[in-house]
């Protein structure tokens, strides 16, 4: 539904559908405007009730949706429900809220992979040019809880992560909207690889300056005004420098983060920057302020945890987890920036039906003879290996490469078979290309499991 301002929830029966985090801040939210009529569903029971609140849960908590006038529905529920269908009129979202209801400038950012890492690096490029930010979104605490929209609280930029669930059916009102790439994610959620893709782009379609990678143009035919990002565009990186309409601006020098793809990144970053500089009257100085604030943030960010973060070297073997890696693209980009330097490759997980034939040429090529493998998906990365036991190693011939394998369902067993198996000096990866879900509930904890185990067994090296 559209919200054009706070009075629309006046005197309305107002639900909350999901009692997660950023329910509990919808719920804080509608109390402080004065909502009277608040009703809680959840399928999960919910404990320390107030009151004043009204509650529905367990299997019924989806049935006579259509009595509420609205509906703020938290990211994690796919409108695609039946009980959903039908009720757009009637559903809104924090995201709705926040971007309908905030007059300042908002960045959006949007894509399958790398949107947090772009995310914070933007945030923090801004702040070193001396700007009053805020990063909000998918990356952190409920919008509604990090900047009070009920007093017109406001900033210079707020930088916006944004999920495809963030995006379903929304096309907000941004200053600048940046999709980093799309692809195939969350496709039962979304009912599919199209509604997917038009949730991610649908970040672009009222944005006063668009800004898109160059790779997914072919799926930007019928938005006008985008500005590309990447090979070919004014907006590139090439040998060690980056660029902007042709003139080098930044070195690749000092800075903390590996990886072609998070240059790629910092490409996106750069436009987003060179966008600001135009609604600063084509200031120069101005460019140069926020290229030095990126260059600083560069030469400080470590990266988020869960994406290739070095552990550490232990028993002279450096663990490097990328728990965050949930498609093939992303493994592949990990695998790309250590090469032939990793011994142990963790993956398997929750299965999508993604395609590992590219995956499994990379693995090939950069001749990694250690593989741990999780079901569901890790019984069919290498073709059916379903009459190995769990927990025993074997050994396959894959194109050439004789490679060492073990499939588990155990973390501490897998780590235990990269201590056996991978060499002094090399690298052990963790990165599934397989959605978390199953084994774990989610990618902090598969990786929080992988350096409690690498430390358990282990000693520190270096």
Known sequence: MKINNLNQFKDKKVAILGFGLEGKSSLSFLEKIGVLDITILDKNDIENKKENIKYITGDSYLENLSTFDIIIKAPGISPYQNNLLGLSNKITTQTEIFTSLYSGKIIGITGTKGKSTLSTITYLALKNAGYKVKLVGNIGAPVLDEIDIINGEKYDYIVYEMSSYMLEGLKPKLYIGLVNNIYDCHLEWHNGMKNYTYSKLNILKNSKHKIANIEIKDLIKDIDGVEYFGEGTNYLYKEKQFYIDGASILKDQGFLINGEHN????????????????????????????????????????????????????NNILFIDDGIATTPESTIAAINTYEQKIGTLFLGGY???????????????????????????????????????????????????????????????????????????????LSNASASYGLWSGFIEKGTQFQKYIKQYGNKTI
């Not at 009257?281 to 990126?294: A, D, E, Q, Y």
């Not at 074997?394 to 198996?421: H, P």
Request: proline fraction near 2%.
């Open 351 to 429: 299965d999508y039906g993604f395609d590992f034939k590219n995956l499994v040429e990379i693995i090939i090529k950069n001749k990694i003879e250690n593989i741990v493998l999780f079901p569901d998906s890790g019984e069919k990365i290498f073709g059916d290996v379903s009459q190995y036991e769990y927990d025993n190693e074997f050994k396959l011939n894959i194109k050439g490469l004789d490679i060492n394998f073990i499939k588990t369902r155990s973390m501490e067993s897998a780590v235990k078979f990269a201590y056996k198996n991978t060499k002094p000096g090399m690298i052990c990866l």
């Open 263 to 314: 240059r790629l990144n910092i490409v996106g970053i750069l436009a987003i920057l060179k966008q600001i500089k135009k609604d600063k009257f084509c200031s120069l100085w101005i460019l140069s302020r926020l290229v030095n604030g990126l260059k600083q943030a560069l030469e400080n960010f470590k990266g988020l945890p869960h994406r290739l973060e070095e552990i550490g070297f232990y």
